[in-house]
């Protein structure tokens, strides 16, 4: 007997498995059964009854493990946007686990010469190929988990993933690096939290598939930015690489982390799937009903309009879709506990039939929805779609990527002439693009690094990319334009050369954690993590990638960091909850008094002094020559908390006399022990 249920997916019920799944335009929906791992094809298939858009049945007698997937028939028509296609099995896009990753097979393909407008449809059976879903058993003991709910002005974000953090931990048992585990152990955690961040953010860990392209170069996707299952953890992550084991290690993960005190945020991208082009496979949106789950492009309508750079674009005006993201946001947040998301290429879900929209209904829907008005939400605010760059433009509460924080400090400190004015809007917490009636500066998610683009220690040693790995003959990634103006690049033996990399690592990360706003850190920044010159190493899983441990990491450095972010964490000035007022910060110079228009327009200026509070000053100087500070005048003494060009002095230290001489390409942070400077 047939039961009619609003849960997609499928659903244990103890006595046996609901499954339901939506298409619009099948005409008809065959449930297929797996057995063992070792059976290619189906050892069963049962036909879904329709019910308006959506299709469904019941199986007695089924549970927990039962691997499935779909074939749906329909029109053959790519000129209308219609791939149906019953030789290909599908899978689940409601599924909450794997039940067979994929392989690449050329049953895959989804059609014969399908760059024509009539082509004809693959016939070559996908089942023994194609990735399957899993019937879950959704209990878990969570304990007494709770969510940390880091307050805003109080969060230190760690980019990370999973895999790399852990792979190289020696302390770390084998079996569980890279892993989820892994990032539960107590070496991992024991890093996380004596650096002092509050909240990791994972890369994608959604389920995804790789590319063609990059198998054939012997490739894969390491960084997981093609998503194929919006519900199910990433089987890469689970001990063994075993599928079963990913959901409930995932939940012992962030109950793990949780009870750290440490945020779990995921970086989730709901604006494109791993399908691709119209040349790519079909695996699961494509053959379940292409015209509603994608963009089409108007002229071509067997192509997509592809807004993203990966081939396609999800439609989320359809409504069903718009439901499948906001399902699988509360899926995360309610039954894997997740405290937050990072949207990749924002602006896509934001656009509608005429281009972007304000207010978008997706954000409007995500805002109203109770399990998912507590959490974190990050805008990456841009795709490659006209009007995507988006900065600034999403919705009160939400806080954004910031690269014009990012490009202005690094130009800052490699010396670029006439950045000040910039400089200290960006450290003030970008209100030009953030505006504070309704808006906060932990809006303004501050970086300088992050997964996308060089490392912190490769952004100041070298003066181009060095993607030669990848395969594409070194053109794939952003030409960065951010070599330094000093040094001599692959230098390893030039001692004055490895200091000032040194030292400007340290006046980079100290910018980023005076400056109002939510700093973010790309993992292995803090122990000197190079790529080798490659910013681009998405299909790099190595040791190119990977976080070093032990000798291999940059102990100093590391030790910085955590003076750095302690030091924030102690300093309320440094976590403002609101813009700056008149009278809370001064702009100083180096010769004494406060800045003038002469001097902000003043492009030869490269020193600054910021008082904030008249107790915490920040000295940054990127000349090439030392620079002396006059203190403001006090009735109290300034203390020295920390300086990038001595980070060995003893912090606390007393200033003596009325200036400080600051090094050349260097940066310092006093502390005020009077009373309060008005």
Same mark, same amino acid.
């Given at each position: 007997?047939?039961?009619?249920?609003?849960?997609?997916?499928?659903?244990?019920?103890?006595?046996?498995?609901?499954?339901?799944?939506?298409?619009?335009?099948?005409?008809?929906?065959?449930?297929?059964?797996?057995?063992?791992?070792?059976?290619?094809?189906?050892?069963?298939?049962?036909? /879904?009854?329709?019910? *308006?858009?959506?299709?469904?049945?019941?199986?007695?007698?089924?549970?927990?493990?039962?691997?499935?997937?779909?074939?749906?028939?329909?029109?053959?028509?790519? %000129?209308?946007?219609?791939?149906?296609?019953?030789?290909?099995?599908?899978? =689940?896009?409601?599924?909450?686990?794997?039940?067979?990753?994929?392989?690449?097979?050329?049953? @895959?393909?989804?059609?014969?010469?399908?760059?024509?407008?009539?082509?004809?449809?693959? !016939?070559?059976?996908?089942?023994?190929?194609?990735?399957?879903?899993?019937?879950? =058993?959704?209990?878990?003991?969570?304990?007494?988990?709770?969510?940390?709910?880091?307050?805003?002005?109080?969060?230190?974000?760690?980019?990370?993933?999973?895999?790399?953090?852990?792979?190289?931990?020696?302390?770390?048992?084998?079996?569980?690096?890279?892993?989820?585990?892994?990032?539960?152990?107590?070496? !991992?955690?024991? &890093?996380?939290?004596?650096?002092?961040?509050?909240?990791?953010?994972?890369?994608?860990?959604?389920?995804?598939?790789?590319?063609?392209?990059?198998?054939?170069?012997?490739?894969?996707?390491?960084?997981?930015?093609?998503? /194929?299952?919006?519900?199910? $953890?990433?089987?890469?992550?689970?001990?063994?690489?075993?599928?079963?084991?990913?959901?409930?290690?995932?939940?012992?993960?962030?109950?793990?982390?949780? %009870?750290?005190?440490?945020?779990?945020?995921?970086?989730?991208?709901?604006? &494109?799937?791993?399908?691709?082009?119209?040349? *790519?496979?079909?695996?699961?949106?494509?053959?379940?009903?292409?015209?509603?789950?994608?963009?089409?492009?108007?002229?071509?309508?067997?192509?997509?309009?592809?807004?993203?750079?990966?081939?396609?674009?999800?439609?989320?005006?359809?409504?069903?879709?718009?439901?499948?993201?906001?399902?699988?946001?509360?899926?995360?947040?309610?039954? +894997?506990?997740?405290?937050?998301?990072?949207?990749?290429?924002?602006?896509?879900?934001?656009?509608?039939?005429?281009?972007?929209?304000?207010?978008?209904?997706?954000?409007?829907?995500?805002?109203?929805? $109770?399990?998912?008005?507590?959490?974190?939400?990050?805008?990456?605010?841009?795709?490659?779609?006209?009007?995507?760059?988006?900065?600034?433009?999403?919705?009160?509460?939400?806080?954004?990527?910031?690269?014009?924080?990012?490009?202005?400090?690094?130009?800052?400190?490699?010396?670029?002439?006439?950045?000040?004015?910039?400089?200290?809007?960006?450290?003030?917490?970008?209100?030009?693009?953030?505006?504070?009636?309704?808006?906060?500066?932990?809006?303004?998610?501050?970086?300088?690094?992050?997964?996308?683009?060089?490392?912190?220690?490769?952004?100041?040693?070298?003066?181009?990319?060095?993607?030669?790995?990848?395969?594409?003959?070194?053109?794939?990634?952003?030409?960065?334009?951010?070599?330094?103006?000093?040094?001599?690049?692959?230098?390893?033996?030039?001692?004055?050369?490895?200091?000032?990399?040194?030292?400007?690592?340290?006046? @980079?990360?100290?910018?980023?954690?005076?400056?109002?706003?939510?700093? +973010?850190?790309?993992?292995?920044?803090?122990?000197?993590?190079?790529?080798?010159?490659?910013?681009?190493?998405?299909?790099?899983?190595?040791?190119?990638?990977?976080?070093?441990?032990?000798?291999?990491?940059?102990?100093?450095?590391?030790?910085?960091?955590?003076?750095?972010?302690?030091?924030?964490?102690?300093?309320?000035?440094?976590?403002?909850?609101?813009?700056?007022?008149?009278?809370?910060?001064?702009?100083?110079? $180096?010769?004494?008094?406060?800045?003038?228009?002469?001097?902000?327009?003043?492009?030869?200026?490269?020193?600054?002094?910021?008082?904030?509070?008249?107790?915490?000053?920040?000295?940054?100087?990127?000349?090439?020559?030392?620079?002396?500070?006059?203190?403001?005048?006090?009735?109290?003494?300034?203390?020295?908390?920390?300086?990038?060009?001595?980070?060995?002095?003893?912090? *606390?230290?007393?200033?003596?006399?009325?200036?400080? /001489?600051? %090094?050349?390409?260097?940066?310092?942070?006093?502390?005020?022990? *009077?009373?309060?400077?008005?």
């Amino acid at each position: 007997m047939n039961r009619i249920i609003s849960t997609l997916g499928s659903t244990w019920d103890g006595s046996g498995v609901q499954f339901a799944i939506f298409s619009a335009h099948a005409t008809s929906v065959d449930l297929c059964l797996f057995g063992d791992a070792d059976e290619a094809g189906e050892s069963r298939r049962v036909p /879904l009854v329709r019910d *308006g858009r959506r299709w469904h049945t019941y199986v007695p007698g089924l549970g927990p493990g039962q691997r499935y997937g779909y074939r749906v028939d329909g029109p053959w028509a790519p %000129a209308a946007g219609h791939w149906f296609n019953p030789a290909k099995v599908l899978f =689940d896009p409601y599924a909450r686990a794997v039940g067979r990753p994929f392989r690449w097979d050329p049953s @895959l393909w989804t059609a014969h010469d399908p760059d024509v407008e009539a082509p004809t449809p693959d !016939a070559r059976d996908s089942a023994p190929f194609a990735p399957l879903a899993a019937v879950v =058993d959704p209990a878990f003991d969570w304990g007494n988990d709770r969510p940390p709910r880091t307050p805003w002005p109080d969060t230190v974000i760690y980019e990370l993933h999973v895999k790399g953090f852990t792979a190289l931990h020696d302390a770390i048992p084998a079996p569980l690096r890279g892993t989820y585990l892994g990032l539960a152990s107590e070496p !991992a955690i024991r &890093h996380l939290v004596d650096l002092g961040v509050t909240a990791v953010e994972l890369l994608p860990v959604h389920l995804h598939a790789g590319e063609w392209p990059l198998v054939r170069r012997g490739l894969e996707n390491y960084w997981g930015y093609n998503t /194929l299952g919006y519900f199910a $953890p990433d089987h890469r992550f689970a001990t063994g690489g075993d599928p079963a084991r990913a959901v409930d290690e995932f939940r012992a993960m962030v109950r793990a982390l949780h %009870a750290a005190g440490l945020e779990v945020i995921l970086d989730v991208v709901y604006n &494109h799937t791993a399908e691709g082009h119209h040349l *790519g496979p079909t695996l699961s949106f494509r053959g379940i009903d292409n015209a509603s789950y994608y963009r089409p492009e108007p002229t071509y309508p067997w192509r997509y309009l592809d807004v993203t750079g990966t081939g396609n674009t999800v439609n989320v005006d359809t409504p069903e879709v718009g439901d499948l993201i906001l399902d699988s946001l509360r899926y995360w947040v309610s039954e +894997m506990h997740v405290d937050g998301f990072r949207f990749d290429l924002a602006t896509t879900l934001a656009r509608g039939p005429d281009g972007v929209t304000r207010p978008a209904p997706l954000f409007e829907a995500i805002e109203r929805d $109770p399990v998912l008005a507590g959490v974190k939400h990050i805008a990456e605010p841009w795709d490659v779609g006209p009007d995507g760059y988006q900065l600034g433009a999403f919705p009160a509460g939400w806080a954004e990527w910031n690269n014009r924080y990012r490009d202005t400090v690094r130009r800052f400190w490699r010396g670029d002439a006439g950045q000040l004015p910039d400089l200290a809007t960006r450290l003030s917490g970008s209100s030009d693009l953030f505006p504070p009636a309704d808006r906060s500066p932990h809006a303004s998610i501050n970086y300088v690094t992050s997964h996308d683009g060089f490392t912190l220690a490769d952004l100041v040693s070298y003066a181009a990319k060095h993607n030669a790995a990848n395969g594409e003959d070194n053109r794939d990634g952003e030409h960065e334009n951010f070599s330094w103006n000093h040094g001599v690049e692959g230098a390893t033996s030039n001692d004055a050369i490895l200091a000032q990399r040194a030292r400007d690592r340290r006046n @980079l990360l100290l910018t980023l954690l005076v400056s109002l706003g939510t700093p +973010m850190i790309s993992a292995g920044d803090e122990v000197g993590r190079t790529q080798q010159g490659n910013n681009n190493a998405y299909c790099q899983d190595s040791d190119l990638t990977w976080t070093p441990w032990g000798p291999a990491a940059d102990a100093r450095l590391h030790a910085f960091t955590r003076q750095m972010l302690a030091l924030r964490a102690g300093t309320p000035a440094l976590r403002r909850t609101t813009f700056f007022g008149p009278t809370d910060v001064r702009w100083l110079r $180096p010769e004494g008094g406060e800045m003038t228009e002469a001097d902000w327009h003043d492009a030869g200026r490269r020193a600054l002094g910021m008082l904030i509070d008249g107790t915490v000053l920040v000295l940054l100087n990127a000349a090439d020559r030392d620079v002396t500070f006059v203190l403001p005048e006090t009735a109290g003494t300034w203390e020295l908390r920390l300086n990038t060009a001595d980070p060995t002095a003893t912090p *606390g230290r007393p200033v003596a006399g009325v200036s400080v /001489l600051l %090094a050349s390409r260097s940066s310092a942070i006093l502390g005020y022990t *009077g009373e309060y400077l008005p």
